[in-house]
């Protein structure tokens, strides 16, 4: 039995693969990592799952103020509201901390270019052009006529050239984050 006081302490390894050789860790203003493809992705599954209780009481609310008897009876306003929603909620957390809960969780973080916290105007706008992963593709199903899978199919590619257009980003940002002048940065250890 060997005495483990004796022996150096070896540093813990990074469980994030943007430490991984083959993925070069880009450094971040205030001296953060940018945080993996991977990481994101999941962090926005788990973030979708937790607002689909925000939004069933936000629909809840509306439905139950308006006396809405029908799913088609004030349509476009429950749209229009269900977004405001959405928006205040990110805009609130991205403001408050730059972490939502399920950024929390994937140990990422917003913030603006220079590596500050994210003011309420570039949130916004922040929020607004994320509808790219899906509006452009949204349109083109619309103008092309497509249902069925061949939306499906359309949508999903869409997203998935969207999501890799990080990749050949010199600072390995998602499209939106460089429009808006913000970041993701990971905050593992930290």
Same mark, same amino acid.
């Given at each position: 039995m060997t005495d483990s006081a004796a022996q150096p302490a070896t540093p813990p390894r990074s469980t994030d693969s943007a430490a991984s050789p083959r993925t070069p860790c880009? %450094?971040?203003?205030?001296?953060?990592?940018?945080?993996?493809?991977?990481?994101?992705?999941?962090?926005?599954?788990?973030?979708?799952?937790?607002? *689909?209780?925000?939004? *069933?009481?936000? #629909?809840?609310?509306?439905?139950? @103020?308006?006396?809405?008897?029908? #799913?088609? !009876?004030?349509?476009? /306003? !429950?749209?229009?509201?269900? *977004?405001?929603?959405?928006?205040?909620? *990110?805009?609130?957390?991205?403001?408050?901390?730059?972490?939502?809960?399920? !950024?929390?969780?994937?140990?990422i973080r917003l913030v603006d270019a220079q590596g500050q916290p994210v003011r309420a105007g570039r949130a916004v706008l922040r929020y607004a052009l994320a509808w790219l992963w899906v509006l452009p593709a949204m349109a083109l199903d619309w103008a092309l006529g497509?249902?069925?899978?061949?939306?499906? /199919? @359309?949508?999903?590619?869409?997203?998935?050239?969207?999501?890799? %257009?990080?990749?050949? !980003?010199?600072?390995?940002q998602f499209v939106h984050d460089r429009l808006a002048g913000t970041r993701l940065v990971s905050v593992l250890g930290k």
């Amino acid at each position: 039995m060997t005495d483990s006081a004796a022996q150096p302490a070896t540093p813990p390894r990074s469980t994030d693969s943007a430490a991984s050789p083959r993925t070069p860790c880009v %450094a971040e203003p205030g001296g953060y990592a940018v945080p993996t493809l991977r990481r994101r992705l999941l962090s926005m599954v788990y973030e979708s799952l937790l607002l *689909f209780g925000v939004l *069933f009481l936000a #629909g809840y609310l509306f439905s139950a @103020l308006t006396q809405q008897r029908s #799913g088609l !009876m004030y349509r476009h /306003a !429950m749209q229009t509201w269900l *977004f405001l929603v959405l928006g205040a909620y *990110f805009v609130w957390f991205w403001t408050h901390g730059g972490q939502t809960l399920a !950024m929390k969780t994937w140990k990422i973080r917003l913030v603006d270019a220079q590596g500050q916290p994210v003011r309420a105007g570039r949130a916004v706008l922040r929020y607004a052009l994320a509808w790219l992963w899906v509006l452009p593709a949204m349109a083109l199903d619309w103008a092309l006529g497509l249902t069925g899978w061949n939306s499906v /199919a @359309l949508l999903a590619s869409w997203v998935v050239l969207w999501a890799l %257009a990080m990749r050949v !980003m010199p600072d390995h940002q998602f499209v939106h984050d460089r429009l808006a002048g913000t970041r993701l940065v990971s905050v593992l250890g930290k």
